[in-house]
């Protein structure tokens, strides 16, 4: 069984490696206060990830795991408004959940080439699952055939996502009102739908 007291170690320094990268950046968090941290010492950090690259990677995957594109379609109905609706919300409160790890990645990524790499491969599984619900869509007949399904999954993405990501980086944690979402929501199914009277 994988949940052993290594497992648990080798977690506790990744939970612990994602909130120091959030707080100080990948750059300035050393290998030593994260051991610290998690209630181990550097030696087991690096038995464990060989690297303070490989750990970000491990950290980038557990993240990754935990997230809305990975969670969203144990909450779906079948009932396409209704979805979006619930998709919304759910990418809204894990991009404010995990705002720490995703602003390191907006500050950090350009200059952090291995940051870059490993979150350019998880953002691309991650959309993958959301593209797949998008064309599961597609093939029943619910939304338009003439969409390209990867615009669609950006477009998703940054339609609920980027509110959070603004008000955060502007200082403000302000969620979006019920109307507000509601009025994006709309706006998204109306310009997606096959049949537009539906």
């Given at each position: 069984m994988?949940?052993?007291?290594?497992?648990?170690t080798?977690?506790?320094?990744?939970?612990?490696s994602?909130?120091?990268?959030g707080q100080?950046?990948?750059t300035?968090?050393?290998t030593?206060?994260?051991?610290?941290?998690?209630?181990?010492n550097e030696?087991t950090?690096?038995?464990?990830?060989?690297?303070?690259?490989?750990?970000?990677?491990?950290?980038?995957?557990?993240?990754?795991?935990i997230?809305?594109?990975?969670?969203?379609?144990?909450h779906?109905?079948?009932?396409?408004?209704?979805d979006?609706?619930?998709?919304?919300r759910?990418?809204?409160?894990d991009t404010?959940?995990r705002?720490e790890?995703?602003?390191?990645?907006?500050?950090?990524?350009q200059?952090?080439?291995?940051?870059r790499?490993?979150?350019?491969?998880?953002a691309g599984?991650?959309?993958?699952?959301?593209?797949?619900?998008f064309?599961?869509?597609?093939?029943?007949?619910?939304?338009?055939?003439?969409l390209?399904?990867?615009?669609?999954?950006?477009?998703?993405?940054s339609?609920f996502s980027?509110?959070?990501?603004?008000?955060?980086l502007?200082?403000?944690?302000?969620?979006?009102?019920d109307?507000?979402?509601?009025?994006?929501?709309?706006l998204?199914v109306?310009g997606?739908?096959?049949?537009?009277?539906?």
């Amino acid at each position: 069984m994988t949940d052993s007291p290594i497992g648990d170690t080798r977690q506790r320094i990744i939970e612990a490696s994602l909130s120091l990268f959030g707080q100080v950046g990948y750059t300035r968090a050393s290998t030593r206060t994260i051991a610290e941290q998690a209630g181990v010492n550097e030696v087991t950090l690096f038995r464990h990830f060989g690297s303070k690259k490989n750990l970000l990677i491990a950290c980038v995957h557990s993240f990754n795991q935990i997230g809305f594109s990975k969670n969203f379609q144990d909450h779906l109905t079948g009932n396409y408004p209704a979805d979006i609706l619930t998709m919304a919300r759910l990418q809204i409160e894990d991009t404010q959940a995990r705002y720490e790890i995703l602003r390191l990645v907006l500050c950090e990524a350009q200059t952090v080439p291995e940051l870059r790499e490993a979150i350019l491969t998880g953002a691309g599984e991650n959309r993958s699952h959301v593209s797949a619900y998008f064309q599961h869509q597609l093939d029943a007949g619910v939304i338009r055939a003439d969409l390209d399904l990867e615009a669609l999954t950006y477009a998703f993405d940054s339609l609920f996502s980027s509110y959070i990501l603004f008000s955060r980086l502007l200082g403000s944690a302000e969620q979006p009102s019920d109307v507000h979402l509601r009025t994006l929501v709309s706006l998204f199914v109306q310009g997606t739908l096959a049949n537009q009277g539906a």
